[in-house]
DNA sequence: AATCGTTTAGGAGCGTAATCCGCAATTTAT
DNA sequence: ATAAATTGCGGATTACGCTCCTAAACGATT
């Protein structure tokens, strides 16, 4: 036998291909809601039933589609993260590339946040997204520890779950952009504005 | 014409009050995915056009059953947060009653959060449920400006927007005990922390 | 090549939320 | 009291996500 993978793993190969392709045209096309997942198995070429082995929802589907884009983005702001001098700036940076401003279609968006907040326990393209949630997590982490050389961690406080407290904040002020609660124009001003209460408090220090 | 409501209204009345009633009774009992409008109906004794017509979806129901229970925790809430003399504490007695650890059904607790964020904006119940949501947060607001006599405010900090802040941490808490990606028990000393960062910040002032 | 066991495909069918539209009950006008 | 108009009702029907089960494709074994 000289080929490593047989034909049947091709197939499958192929034909999660075709679904990622047909699933992401639609979905981007004519949104969320306006495509049904019988669009996608005729545009995929394959049967409603195959469709359903390869995502085993049509949030999934979605989940499977927005999922690449936000690999990018994480990617792309934990390494943007690095360089600036005050952790503000950082926190920041880190976040920039997920606030593209999706002009149209933001319905996939607020899906996609959706899903990941209260979508099936065990969706496989969930629990990839939950990581690259938990990477951003940990990369607030990471900010907060490169700054506790400069300014002065306060008694008590534990990095990590002040790197939880902050990412909460941001995460929600994502979602209400999202939904559409909140005018995208003034987000970056906001979201610095929650960085800074975050960082250096409400009160200051007697 | 001696009643100053016709027959009309009174059914209209009726139905509303067998329809909450039924609502109530079948998702406390059995939790919202095993409940069909169609139960919902039969047991309220209407059709499934009239039922459709004094809520516009499944969901919309089940808010209009957790409205109520809301409505009485932020009453609650706010009263006792009233006395506490410091506001940590303040914030942790307004936020109280809204943790009811339900132990079975946290279900309907999960997509009541759920369709607060994401539900369809024109619902009527949701509009409710988000003037509650206001509610809590101007409650934080009004708390911080009770303290602004003993503490001092850090230069450059918008009271209101720190609330937002505040409340925002807190309700993604809520969010994620209720999605069950975190442990109840540990809930309380989980939102005080939250709450301590929040208020005093990671990094001490020079 | 032939046979057997296993994995994958896919479309008919199901459950359910939500709509649509004819009909009935009520109110208003004559 | 009767007719006309308006509002509310409700079940048949639809649309859609998803499952289930048969059949086909594939790989291994002899």
Redesign the pocket.
Known sequence: ?L?T????????A??QQRIFEAASELFTRLGY???????I?DQA?????????????????LMMVMNEKMRLDTREGIAASASPTSPTEAIMALLAPQIHLPPAFSENTAVYQREILFGAEQGQYRTEALARISELENAIGDILRRFTGTLWVRPGVDLNGAARTTFSTLHMELIRVSIGREDPQTLTATLRAHVDVLLYGVFAQR
């Open positions: 036998m080929a993978v047989g034909r049947r793993a091709r197939n499958k192929d034909k809601s306006a495509v049904t997942t019988q669009m198995a070429d394959v049967g409603t039933g195959t469709l359903f082995r390869y995502a085993s929802s049509k949030a999934e589907l």
